[in-house]
């Protein structure tokens, strides 16, 4: 049970009077009342201990260049732990063609990138807050399309395809389909009909 000895304690009477206690002296004088509720027959007194079991969660912010994680306490606000973890391929630039503005990248940098991050967040933390850890959030930039199989895995998971840049994940700023887009332009600019660039894409 993790206590918060911030908060205060109170005391309430079978006539369901109210007493705030001092921390400090609850704390100092009664450590081995601590638990959820301690019934006293003889005095028909109920003690409420304002011990609460803590929830954290877990954010991650898949960005351009890295991938970002943090642990905060939910009922405070406060950062548990953080750490980034930067893309190793696209670091290096693998699969990415500026010049014909080609900007991929592979899932492994996701995947390798989420495990040292968390990894690095939780290590100094204790088991207790490891272990209260109940909702995990993520965040990603988009949009981020990827070809895959029936299976719904990624081909650049899968025997030939590992270091053929058109089954890695094309950025948001990959703009090598120019071409296709003014031949969709065009379809969508109907001479006898509607013209959908109204409403999405167009020149």
């Known amino acids: 049970m993790d206590c918060d000895f911030s908060m205060p304690f109170y005391l309430r009477t079978a006539q369901n009077s109210v007493f ?9 004088q009664y450590p081995h009342l601590l638990k959820n509720w301690i019934y006293n027959s003889s005095m028909e ?3 409420y201990i304002a011990c ?11 960005g351009t260049d890295s991938v970002r ?3 905060i306490d939910t009922s405070n ?11 190793e391929r696209w670091g290096k630039g693998m699969y990415c063609q500026p ?7 592979h899932p492994l940098d996701y995947i390798d990138g989420l495990k040292k991050a968390i990894k690095e967040t939780i290590a100094p933390l204790s088991q207790e807050v490891i272990d209260g850890i109940t909702a995990i959030s993520v965040a990603t930039t ?18 030939g395809f590992e270091e053929n840049p058109n089954a890695m ?35």
């Open 52 to 62: 609460l079991n803590r929830k954290y969660t877990l954010g991650v912010d898949y």
């Open 169 to 203: 994940f094309i950025l948001w700023k990959d703009h090598t389909a120019v071409g296709e887009a003014k031949e969709i332009n065009a379809l969508a600019h109907h001479e006898n009909g509607i013209d959908y660039t109204k409403y999405s894409g167009g020149e």
């Open 45 to 47: 007194i109920i003690f």
């Open 99 to 105: 010049e014909t503005n080609q900007f991929r990248q």
């Open 77 to 87: 606000g406060k950062i548990m732990g953080q750490a980034v973890a930067l893309y």
């Open 20 to 28: 705030k206690l001092q921390n400090s002296t609850f704390t100092h």
């Open 142 to 159: 988009g949009s981020t399309p990827i070809a895959i199989n029936q299976e719904g895995t990624p081909l650049s998971m899968l025997p």
């Open 69 to 71: 994680t943090m642990i």
